[in-house]
């Protein structure tokens, strides 16, 4: 990297985080109704931002509810374009007196800034926008070609940006998405997501005799939706944990042995989950440590099981129905319109006697992976390490981030998850903070990493 | 029978009739404090109404909560000894409103009396002591010896009765206990319930992690109590409705050739139960009847399951517990205590991974029977048929009678449920009746089994 932009950037430094202290004092609560217009104008200074750092044919586009910022710059002819995506809405703020300073005054102390949105996710939109400012400011122009995308609608789940991003491909077209919205592995040590699990699920209602029978007249004679569903979703898994719906694991991508070698070079404490959890075991699919199964690999997961009475002591009924909720969280490649497919194929085929069984579908959401030996990725890994002196951890994480894999499904572009957070931010949270520390090691980073790209794609 | 006895019957019927009304209109509703003098009473009307009768002895004995009556009549020398088993006590008679006419004020329309306690069981306890002066008053002595036991507790579950029974085993003891506190089979069809089912349950608490946790972030990696939950209560039953407790078939005492005949006998109609309980299927046991399963064989079903989320829609947790209720129905010469030894074994053998898992047992009750060729059960059917015209049917009840099991366990005696309800009459609800037609019968039919049983025992 250039050093003229590490100077830049520290000659710069108190008027930079003055910047930010504007730009967390605008409330943008997107799921408030009452703070649309601090929505509307967070948006506009991003776009004002956006402008001054050197960015063209910036617009704050509408959808149904809040606005989509864009912004370009494409004068890096036959260099690679990165996709800068991030959000400047943020999370209510209530308690509200839990707060020790009011969420939009940031206040500096102990080397963190406090206030709403510090971390998640306007602190880390503000370094790249940042960054940029300070390459084109010492060069006059970019390495590579860059495009921002900052939605004010994450925080609700993004319900308007998967059709925003099927409506403009072509606009948002690029050879890399970067997002700064997760944390590093701890403080000091940088890590990379390099996939996320989806998700497909399915509600069972199993329905039985007209009404809830004495069991004394009616038990042994009549199908008990309990007992039925119960074996049903006992069907669901051998004695191994593994899962028996025929056709599930076709599709999974096996963890390759370097994978592999990075979960172990994580060094996860497994012992500490027991006693964290309380658990004298864990228990889980065979051959695979605790923190493969969580992430990199597929589950299938009761979360709630109802049916008959649940009060104290005793009643003697037959229920008249039962009910369960179940969820995958999948790997790459499985397709959850596949797996409800093979889910209910496998209830057909396992139907119990006697009572009518319903299927739902839930809500779903694709896998999602990019290989860590992608340049992308490794030319992260390096721009990290050239900063934080420590290797670049690579990490799976076993929940999903839905608008991850919409990208990733409908851009087809590798994503790099390059987060500068640390777990114990308080996001969503009274007190939400971030490291100043993080602050100015990211925005070197990321510059860095704006240099390296140029070469590496 | 004798002549004079039915002649006696005929000239007295108007005045009984005048004396039913009086111990209908006493609100004796045990589970009403109240009431409790109402209760009191109402004992010491029975105490004079047996004494009346001829009875001697007689005396109004105290128990924690409403007193018992005795009564015995032990001239019979060198006969048999007859327990006579009724109460005295009623239900409670809200929703009031939906009385034609007042519960308490009793009324007879349509050759049927109406009132709170006209069928369960003052009207069938009344009976017995009628019959008894019936013979009395026509021969001056009776064909056996008699006791009566009339209690004030049986619609709050007898609480006191066991203890009693224990402690006057002697006073008590006898060599048929004839109860009418049940129904005929259907109107001008008299039937005799020959055994009952008991019942031994457990309730089962499966504790994992210590809070609910993110299924995406733990999911696959812990015990999930839910599943574990389900696998154990699948390993319960094989895939043929068949349990798998070892040894919980040990001690059935197998239908014989003589009882199957009388169960086809019945000329059940299955699939009026399907249509009734909107079911396209009935399911259970192999080789047995629906009758047969529902109550000549032993089971083993879910009253109620539950763990984690139950609300609309989904929610991706790993419940920290899950809960099930499970009941036995058991059948001769199953023991409930053994059995619930038998589940915990069961339990333990299959004990789940990572979880820890709680049993507690629910309160229990043994199976009953009095194999209907015992000469006190043909001796009544007799004298059924007698009146009735027509073959009495010999039935088993899949629930329990808990009072039935006590006597059958305490006293040794065997039990010969003849009952002169009907299932429409009421009983428990607003307008409960009771129908002349079987008072008439009923006391035919008593009084022609007193003079039976002094030959057949």
Redesign the interface.
């Given at each position: 990297m250039n050093n003229n932009v590490k100077v830049y950037l520290s000659e710069q430094r108190d008027r930079q985080l003055e910047e930010l202290t504007e730009f967390l004092k605008i409330p943008s609560v997107s799921s408030l109704s009452e703070h649309t217009k601090d929505v509307e104008s967070c948006a506009n200074w991003i776009s004002n931002s956006l402008s001054e750092a050197g960015m063209q044919n910036v617009k704050v586009m509408p959808t149904k509810r809040h606005p989509v910022v864009y912004g370009e710059w494409l004068g890096a002819e036959g260099k690679p374009t990165v996709l800068i995506y991030g959000h400047y809405d943020v999370q209510p703020v209530d308690p509200l007196h839990l707060w020790e300073t009011p969420p939009f005054e940031p206040m500096i102390r102990d080397e963190k800034i406090y206030a709403r949105g510090a971390s998640d996710d306007k602190g880390q939109v503000f370094m790249h926008i940042k960054a940029i400012e300070a390459i084109m400011k010492t060069t006059d122009s970019l390495p590579v070609n860059v495009k921002f995308l900052i939605e004010g609608e994450e925080e609700i789940g993004s319900p308007n940006l998967p059709d925003f991003i099927e409506e403009h491909k072509e606009m948002l077209a690029a050879d890399v998405l970067l997002i700064s919205d997760t944390a590093l592995y701890a403080k000091g040590e940088p890590a990379i997501c390099y996939a996320l699990?989806g998700?497909a699920?399915v509600?069972i209602d199993v329905k039985?005799?007209?009404?809830d029978?004495?069991?004394?007249?009616?038990?042994?004679?009549?199908?008990?939706p309990?007992?039925q569903?119960?074996?049903l979703?006992?069907s669901f898994?051998d004695d191994n944990?593994q899962i028996r719906v025929e056709g599930f694991y076709d599709k999974v991508r096996a963890l390759t042995e370097e994978e592999r070698e990075a979960y172990r070079a994580l060094q996860f404490d497994e012992e500490k989950?027991k006693k964290d959890?309380?658990?004298?075991?864990?228990?889980?699919?065979e051959g695979y440590t605790?923190?493969e199964?969580?992430s990199g690999?597929?589950?299938l997961?009761?979360?709630?099981?109802?049916?008959?009475?649940?009060g104290e002591?005793?009643?003697?009924?037959?229920?008249a129905e039962?009910?369960a909720?179940i969820?995958c969280?999948l790997v790459p490649n499985q397709d959850p319109d596949e797996i409800i497919q093979l889910i209910e194929k496998h209830i057909q085929k396992n139907k119990p006697?006697?009572v009518?069984v319903t299927v739902t579908p839930?809500?779903k959401g694709h896998p999602f992976i990019t290989p860590f030996d992608h340049p992308a990725i490794q030319a992260a890994a390096k721009s990290y390490e050239e900063e934080y002196g420590v290797p670049t951890k690579f990490i799976r994480?076993?929940?999903?981030i839905p608008i991850v894999a919409v990208f990733d499904q409908i851009l087809k572009t590798p994503v790099v998850l390059m987060g500068f957070g640390l777990e114990s931010e308080n996001i969503h949270s009274p007190n939400e903070h971030f490291h100043l520390e993080n602050f100015d090691k990211g925005l070197a980073v990321i510059c860095d990493y704006l240099f390296r790209l140029s070469d590496s794609l």
């Open positions: 699990r998700l699920g509600q039985g005799p007209k009404r029978l004495h069991s004394g007249a009616f038990g042994g004679g009549v199908p008990n309990a007992k569903l119960v074996d979703i006992a898994h944990f989950v959890l309380e658990l004298s075991e864990l228990v889980g699919e605790f923190l199964r969580v690999r597929p589950t997961e009761i979360n709630g099981i109802y049916g008959g009475f649940q002591g005793i009643k003697t009924v037959i229920p039962a009910h909720k969820t969280r006697a006697g009518e839930f809500d994480e076993g929940g999903s």
